[in-house]
């Protein structure tokens, strides 16, 4: 029986059964490739034409058909930008402002989550939960109490009313608290208890070096969040001095007449350093949000 069940070699049934199988596995990868290579280009192509468009002149820009190729007016654009704007000051509030808000998220938030993650203590769910319910308020609702508050302690205008509201966030504890429970065992922490260790004894010599992942991760999303952010700047900062690149870049814009291929050059260069940023930490970037994913 097993005779008349197994294909001889060379037959041409099973040459033909096969060779239909690889035409197919063909197609469905050079589909696929395709499908992908199609995504690739219409991601690329927004961050192209920003730099197609900080090279040409207004005109140029809203001209049919539209020109998508480079121009020579990107000089031209940069001069009249550093005129328009103080460029250099902007970045350098939003550098500082972007890495410090970066570094006190990862230590409070990682601090917390650790806490949260490793230790009981009374009122533990309940504060948690109180915690995790501030994702249901919408951000903009806490713009006219923050404001107030900064107010009070005459912060106003100051780059402290930046950095001090944002140092601790619930989505930075609540996805610090996941890697915790998942990656540093209970056991290492009793034998670290048993040898004498303390609290921040365990978290700085275990705690942190167990969470790099999830912290090089919080930190490129929060310096991303803190680089973007528009409204709350634009509220609060008062001197031209002390503005953000956003808040700088805004100002290009006009009523009547707007310099777009100026405007198109500065978000260009507002762009760049987060490339930079994302380029270096891309591998962390990327491997948590997976690890993220597969763990739930």
Not at 1 to 18: K, N
Not at 59 to 88: Q, W, Y
Not at 109 to 132: C, H, R
């Amino acid at each position: 029986m097993s005779a008349l069940t197994t294909p001889r070699l060379g037959d041409p049934t099973q040459e033909r059964v096969d060779r239909h199988a690889r035409q197919r596995n063909l197609v469905a990868r050079l589909v696929t490739q395709v499908c992908l290579w199609i995504g690739v280009l219409m991601s690329i192509f927004p961050f192209y034409w920003l730099i197609t468009m900080s090279t040409n002149t207004t005109a140029e820009i809203f001209g049919f058909p539209p020109k998508l190729t480079f121009g020579t007016n990107f000089a031209e654009n940069m001069r009249n930008l550093l005129a328009s704007v103080d460029l250099f000051q902007a970045l350098l509030n939003t550098i500082l402002v972007a890495g410090a808000l970066a570094v006190l998220v990862m230590f409070f938030d990682s601090l917390a989550a650790f806490t949260f993650a490793k230790y009981s203590f009374p009122g533990k769910n309940v504060l948690f939960t109180l915690l995790i319910a501030t994702f249901l308020v919408p951000g903009s609702l806490s713009l006219v109490p923050s404001f107030v508050l900064m107010s009070w302690f005459g912060w106003i205008g100051g780059l402290q009313a930046l950095i001090i509201p944002g140092a601790a966030n619930a989505f930075g504890i609540f996805l610090l608290r996941q890697f915790a429970t998942n990656s540093i065992p209970d056991e290492l922490l009793e034998s670290a208890r048993i040898d004498g260790a303390g609290f921040f004894r365990c978290y700085r010599s275990i705690g942190v070096p167990m969470l790099r992942g999830g912290l090089a991760f919080l930190g490129i999303f929060t310096f991303i969040g803190a680089w973007n952010d528009y409204i709350w700047p634009l509220v609060v900062l008062i001197d031209p001095q002390r503005q953000t690149l956003q808040v700088a870049l805004q100002t290009l814009n006009s009523i009547y007449l707007t310099d777009y291929g100026m405007v198109m050059a500065g978000a260009l260069i507002s762009v760049l350093p987060l490339i930079g940023v994302f380029i270096i930490g891309q591998r962390h970037f990327i491997a948590n949000i997976a690890a993220g994913a597969l763990k739930g």
